[in-house]
């Protein structure tokens, strides 16, 4: 238990580096976040929330998504009474395991039809090598990490949703959950 969630952690750790070391515009230098707009910690992590369920949709199985919410992070370097940033990690478990079959493939056809640059795609360097597909919405500000963990029991996405970064409204403070 403490090993996967170890890693789990980790994961997150290397999907969060990895996402906001993205190609979305906007940013003043190359590793910067990208600037997602003014808004409450509440309502970005909807906005997360929002977006997460869009690729839900996109996978097109049947089957369950974890009941995992949104967290808040700090935009590195940045004010963390001011910026955030919000991740969603979850996972999704098939009705049963052979429609996971293709869906890496169908999902780096289907999400440029719907905003997101695949800018990343492939084998990852875990002994199961396990498929990874990572996306940039330019419109959204937003970032997608799914990996396809096939010779897990059960089989099931790893997804991470990462926003840009946001400030808060003038008054406002940041809410951690």
């Not at 910067?32 to 909807?46: I, K, R, Y």
């Not at 440029?112 to 360097?125: A, I, L, M, S």
Request: with cysteine.
């Amino acid at each position: 238990m403490k090993t996967r969630l170890g890693a789990q952690v980790l994961t997150l750790s290397i999907a969060l580096t990895t996402l906001t070391g993205c190609s979305m515009t906007d940013a003043k230098e190359s590793d910067d976040l990208p600037f997602a707009g003014t808004s409450t910690s509440l309502s970005a992590a909807d906005e997360t929330e929002k977006i997460s369920s869009g690729i839900y949709d996109l996978i097109g199985i049947k089957g369950k998504g974890s009941d995992s919410g949104p967290g808040v992070s700090e935009c590195g370097g940045k004010d963390p009474n001011k910026y955030f940033q919000i991740f969603h990690p979850w996972s999704f478990y098939p009705a049963s395991p052979d429609q996971l079959e293709g869906v890496m493939e169908r999902l780096k056809e289907e999400l440029p039809k719907h905003g997101w640059k695949v800018v990343e795609y492939g084998p990852d360097t875990s002994k199961n090598k396990n498929i990874n597909l990572t996306a940039d919405n330019d419109e959204k500000k937003h970032s997608v990490n799914i990996t396809y963990y096939a010779k897990r029991k059960p089989q099931k996405l790893g997804l991470t949703v990462v926003s840009g970064c946001y400030q808060v409204p003038d008054g406002e403070k940041v809410d951690r959950f």
